[in-house]
């Protein structure tokens, strides 16, 4: 059954694990983060659909724990924030090479090192540039409502189980730890061995017989074959670049202006494009949905309209390269952000625009 | 004779199990990993369960395990094969699972894991070659190195007072009232050999019987680390390995 709740965004993302079928949830917590395993424990899923929920030793261990669950062809995820996930890295970068599919949450905090439990959206490099070994992308989806916490699980799976490879759902303390109404989808049942079996049996181990049997692995050690894992590779990435990116486009028609901001710094600058009406600037701005693969391609054309493009985002200047090399020098794009914790306000981006892009 | 005309039914006294593959094992000639391996896949034949075991291979001289072991595996990696199988007995309670892991692996980088695994009790087994060295990568000291033992980063013998002792993992984890069942076996002689396989066999019945964690430790040589021949590999395990590894059941 739908249903109609308020709710922070950590226990929106636990709730939609359990109605979505998850059969584990393996985390260790870490502020602004721990609501989505306090949840899941509170909620004893395990007595009504079944799904696991265990509170491991370590990043690491929540992490491996994903990646033998995955294998398993089961429906596994994981959750952190900033310092938990640079200790997943290692299971991440195994998980991509051994493809295998799952979902990890980033609530990102401001960093670097233990940093503040404060939001942040410094974590962009480490999610989109790679941040294990290896040359491997996340499928990254950014969301910034209460909403898209919780659906973006759903979508999340879909996406990791189409291309078997491990997914981010990258949100930030704000949308954390943030009450908003969240339309709930209904309850799912979790699949059999069964079906297991008949959907992912050519891959999974789940127990064969020798003639049959499945091997996950990451490891070639003979290169040719390793280079030739690594073409097929990133002929799926390069599907996924074809097939899924997302983005919201907002106020963009007659834009002077545009501002590229994902996430919480998105949900602010909704605000700047008022206040920028009230003074006659015409702003635009485009979501990233999919930080990876990026709407490189939608940027490039809305830079044929307008005289200058801000990426606001809540780091020192991460995002921006992408916008950069999106826009190819065709007009000029600047930086906004605050970090470390600090988050900026809608007037804060307006003046920044004015500042850096209009008078600049 | 051909062989052929020899080897039929009635004639057959012994055969390799099924559940060994026909690759070549990648160990080097007189290394324990090739024996370790056939008892617990002669095991797992022997117990009808091949087909419901999914293995985790480590990091280490047997990274290649699912080569061998003709059965389905993950390989995990260094250090984290108790967790990977954690996530796989967690969520499919009725299939049997098992890690096999060297030293460095188990005892060094995965210690963390092995000893969390080991107090939540995961049903599962927990096969461990000890060999005091870290085999693949050239015979560096391990967390089991004996004192006084020459390895390419301690060449003038462990120095105890700079590295600590060898680390006794059996012994630690049979504290723990999740392991069921903690023994230390080898198997460079054949009645040995024999012996450990019967550890295996009672460690695969406790997970059949969901007893909790059992853990079958394995002292074995590593010739080509230690530089010795494969016969002065096991002499010198039997005299300078076994005091201080001494064989038999801790727990259970
Ligand atoms: C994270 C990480 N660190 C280091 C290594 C390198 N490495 C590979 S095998 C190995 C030691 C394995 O020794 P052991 O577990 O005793 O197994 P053996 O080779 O002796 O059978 C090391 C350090 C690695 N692969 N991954
Ligand atoms: S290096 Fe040592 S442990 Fe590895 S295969 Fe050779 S003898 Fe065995």
């Known amino acids: 059954m739908e249903e109609f709740k308020l709710m922070k965004g950590n226990e929106a993302i636990a709730e939609a694990a359990i109605r979505e079928g998850v059969d584990g949830y393996f985390g260790y917590p870490i502020t602004p983060q721990s609501e989505v395993i306090e949840y899941l424990m509170l909620e004893e899923p395990y007595k009504t659909t079944g799904m696991v929920v265990l509170q491991a030793e370590s990043e690491i261990g929540a992490i491996n724990m994903v990646y033998g669950a995955a294998g398993a062809g089961k429906k596994a995820m994981t959750s952190s924030s900033s310092p938990g996930i640079s200790l997943k890295q290692e299971g991440i970068s195994y998980m991509a090479g051994s493809e295998l599919p799952c979902v990890i949450v980033n609530v990102v905090r401001g960093g670097p090192g233990l940093g503040t439990i404060q939001p942040s959206q410094a974590d962009y490099f480490q999610t989109v540039k790679g941040g294990g070994h290896g040359d491997y992308r996340l499928i990254v989806l950014a969301p910034a409502s209460v909403q898209e916490m919780a659906d973006f699980v759903e979508d999340g799976f879909d996406l990791a189980f189409k291309y078997r490879t491990p997914m981010m759902i990258l949100s930030d303390g704000l949308i954390g730890q943030m009450m908003e109404k969240v339309k709930l989808k209904p309850q799912k049942t979790r699949l059999t061995e069964a079906e297991i079996r008949a959907k992912y049996g050519d891959w999974a181990t789940i127990g064969h017989k020798p003639s049959e049997r499945n091997i996950i692995t990451s490891l070639e050690l003979k290169s040719e074959r390793q280079e030739k894992h690594n073409h097929k590779l990133q002929a799926k990435y390069r599907e996924i670049e074809k097939n899924e990116i997302r983005y919201e486009k907002i106020n963009c028609e007659n834009a002077d202006y545009l501002l590229v901001a994902y996430g919480s710094s998105a949900r602010i600058c909704q605000k700047t494009i008022q206040l920028g009406k009230e003074k006659g600037i015409n702003i635009g701005l485009i979501r990233p949905i999919t930080l990876w693969p990026f709407p490189s391609k939608v940027i490039n054309d809305a830079a044929d309209k307008v005289k200058g493009i801000l990426s606001v985002e809540l780091s020192a200047g991460q995002m921006v390269e992408d916008v950069r090399l999106a826009v190819n020098g065709k007009v000029k794009v600047e930086h906004y952000g605050r970090f470390g914790g600090m988050i900026h306000s809608p007037d804060e981006v307006l003046e920044a625009l004015e500042q850096k892009i209009i008078g600049g | ?252």
Not at chain 2, 178 to 202: D, S, W
């Open chain 2, 1 to 252: 004779m051909t062989p052929e005309e020899i080897i039929k039914k009635g004639t057959l006294v012994f055969e390799k199990t099924k559940l060994m593959t026909d690759a070549n094992l990648s160990y080097c000639p007189g290394c324990g990993h090739g024996v370790a391996h056939r008892i617990t896949m002669e095991v797992l034949e022997e117990m009808g369960i091949g087909d419901q075991t999914i293995g985790i291979a480590p990091v280490g001289c047997s990274v290649l395990a699912y080569d061998f072991m003709n059965i389905d595996m993950q390989q995990a990696a260094h250090g984290r094969a108790p967790a990977v199988a954690t996530g796989i007995k967690r969520l499919f309670p009725e299939k049997y699972v098992f890690t096999y892991q060297g030293d460095g692996d188990l005892a060094a980088i995965g210690t963390n894991e092995t000893i969390h695994a080991c107090n939540r009790g995961e049903n599962i087994v927990i096969i461990f070659i000890n060999n005091g060295i870290y085999g693949m990568t050239g015979g560096q000291m391990a967390p089991t190195t004996l004192a006084g033992m020459k390895s390419s980063t301690s060449p003038y013998g462990r120095d105890l007072g700079m590295t600590g002792h060898p680390i006794k993992i059996t012994e630690l984890v049979a504290n723990l009232p999740g392991v069921c069942f903690a023994t230390r076996q080898a198997v460079h002689k054949p009645g040995l050999v024999r012996k450990a396989k019967k550890a295996i066999k009672k460690a695969f019945e406790n997970q059949r019987d969901k007893k909790g964690l059992s853990i079958v430790e394995i002292v074995s040589n590593c010739n080509s680390g230690w530089k010795m021949t494969p016969v002065k590999s096991n002499e010198w395990l039997e005299e300078n390995m076994l005091p201080v590894f001494p064989l038999g059941d801790i727990k259970g």
